[in-house]
């Protein structure tokens, strides 16, 4: 994935788009007020985003950019596909294991992003087949 010349992969830096990273944590809380229902994030929506330490810098995210990053944590191509894809990536947030399912459209203009908690894994208390007896 190519953003202006700069390959955007896991290995650039973790600072070196911090309106991208502060928009994502900035959608993903958003996402978790309301738990299991998909939040739509166009442009006009991405600019309202209470992101403090941003509008001192005067760096406002770009959305596109955003949704790359997105498509990077799940995995995602960089897009022109012909529909919309989905796509699911983990995070924690409050010490809560929580999954991100996004759609995001083909040309990068907007996106829904969802959080719902994930479970924790069911323990069986039964012995099964691979526990040795002795």
Same mark, same amino acid.
């Given at each position: 994935m190519r953003w202006e010349d700069q390959e955007l992969n896991y290995a650039s830096p973790e600072g070196k788009y911090p309106e991208? #990273? !502060? !928009?994502?944590? =900035? #959608?993903?809380?958003? !996402?978790?007020? @309301?738990?299991?229902r998909y939040i739509r994030v166009d442009q006009h929506m991405l600019d309202a985003l209470p992101l403090?330490? +941003? *509008?001192?810098?005067?760096?406002?995210? *770009? +959305?596109d950019r955003v949704c790359l990053h997105f498509r990077l944590s799940c995995g995602l191509g960089p =897009? =022109?596909? *012909?529909?919309? /894809? #989905? =796509? /699911? &990536?983990h995070y924690s947030s409050d010490s809560k294991s929580r999954y991100a399912i996004v759609h995001i459209?083909?040309?990068?203009?907007? +996106? *829904?992003? &969802? $959080? /719902? #908690?994930?479970? !924790?894994?069911?323990?069986? $208390?039964?012995?099964? @087949?691979?526990t040795r007896r002795g």
């Open positions: 991208v #990273l !502060a !928009a994502k944590f =900035g #959608l993903l809380a958003e !996402a978790e007020h @309301s738990p299991g403090q330490a +941003l *509008r001192e810098k005067k760096e406002a995210p *770009r +959305l =897009g =022109g596909e *012909r529909y919309p /894809v #989905l =796509g /699911v &990536m459209s083909p040309s990068n203009d907007w +996106l *829904r992003v &969802m $959080s /719902v #908690l994930a479970e !924790a894994p069911i323990q069986s $208390s039964q012995p099964t @087949s691979l």
